[in-house]
Nanobody
Framework: QVKLVESGGGSVQAGGSLRLSCTVS????????IGWFRHVRGKEREGIGA???????TYADGVKGRFTFSKDDTKDTLYLQMNSLKPEDTAMYYC?????????????????????WGQGTQVTVSS
């Protein structure tokens, strides 16, 4: 059973930083995409971007230059480093996994293509 567990959320003032972790267990393949998403109640879920098992990344325009994805394969953990946080970054943050037989060429999974989701971790940025 694949399980994703996010951690690292909390409260921070605007301009501050947080690092979220997404620990993956139970996977049977080492080829994957990990997507990061955030959700504010009453709004649609927003994709922040993703990282592949090859280490390639893609970012949504609103977080480019502020957020960075990384991974530590020895710990089966993915990271979302968030810098220069803004109040509008306040949301529940989720990671999601899609395991594939081989990475796609030039494409990234859509939101509905991720099979496994974590429970989320709350990030609150105060002004």
């Amino acid at each position: 059973q694949v399980k994703l567990v996010e951690s690292g959320g909390g409260s921070v003032q605007a301009g501050g930083s947080l690092r979220l972790s997404c620990t993956v267990s139970g996977s049977t393949t080492s080829t994957y995409y990990i997507g990061w998403f955030r959700h504010v109640r009453g709004k649609e879920r927003e994709g922040i971007g993703a990282i592949s098992s090859a280490g390639t990344t893609t970012y949504a325009d609103g977080v480019k230059g502020r957020f960075t994805f990384s991974k530590d394969d020895t710990k089966d953990t993915l990271y979302l480093q968030m810098n220069s946080l803004k109040p509008e970054d306040t949301a529940m943050y989720y990671c999601a996994a899609l395991f594939v037989s081989e990475l796609w060429s030039g494409e990234w999974p859509g939101t509905n293509e991720y099979h496994y989701w974590g429970q989320g971790t709350q990030v609150t940025v105060s002004s």
